[in-house]
């Protein structure tokens, strides 16, 4: 049963539609488009601040995110729940991955680049930090999806206003995740493309 009147969004409901928009846009702007840019345009001189730039936005609505997601009474006890547990990890996570890719970007290859890899991302030699930056970077990326994906269960569960996520807004969270390795996968093809032209001209 509704705890408000129909029609009515009440301070919680408001709180949690804020944590909702905070964490999609880190999770399916930001994050993505922070990872797309430091994967397939290293070679642009204005990567580095682009991904700097966009992971910055990252932090700021995962921290406004979690300012307005509750008050700490769901990471344990009788209200713990996958969807704060999950959170949790993300904030850590992300420092540290943050901290990493600073560090990082001021470490020096250890070697040149393989070009005949199918992971040149994984296999370039480069300092430990790099590939701790990396690793970290899939991990953040998998739980910020789990995030968002087991927040739209709790809305269901917990909205004073007893309504249920929009399907619409369901439908879009499964496309855009669906077409992140598709858009992933697009752009290596092109640069591979524009790398074989360069070469036979």
């Known amino acids: 049963m509704p705890k408000t009147p129909p029609g009515v969004i009440d301070y919680h409901d408001q709180m949690i539609i804020a944590h909702a928009v905070f964490a999609s846009v880190a999770t399916l702007i930001t ?3 922070a990872i797309l840019v430091g994967r397939y345009f ?7 601040n682009t ?3 966009l992971q910055t936005l990252t932090a700021f609505s995962s921290s406004r995110s ?8 769901q990471l344990t006890g009788p209200k713990a729940d996958p969807h704060h547990d999950i959170g949790l990890a993300i904030i850590v996570l992300f420092l540290l991955q943050f901290l990493l890719g600073v560090v990082a970007h001021f470490t020096h290859s250890a070697g040149p680049s393989s070009s005949d890899s199918a992971f040149p991302t994984l296999t370039t030699p480069k300092s430990p930090l790099r590939h701790l930056h990396v690793i970290f970077g899939i991990v953040m990326t998998a739980l910020l999806y ?6 739209m269960d709790e809305w269901d569960m917990v909205s004073d206003m007893a309504t249920l996520v929009p399907k619409g807004i369901v439908v879009v969270y499964w ?9 992933a996968s697009g752009r290596k093809d092109s640069i591979d493309a524009g790398s074989s032209e360069k070469v036979q001209g």
């Open 51 to 53: 991904h700097l730039t």
């Open 175 to 183: 496309v855009i995740f669906g077409l992140e390795p598709i858009r």
């Open 42 to 48: 290293r070679s642009q001189r204005w990567w580095f």
């Open 66 to 73: 979690v300012s307005s997601g509750g008050n700490g009474d």
């Open 146 to 151: 789990a995030g968002v994906k087991t927040g």
């Open 31 to 33: 994050a993505p488009a």
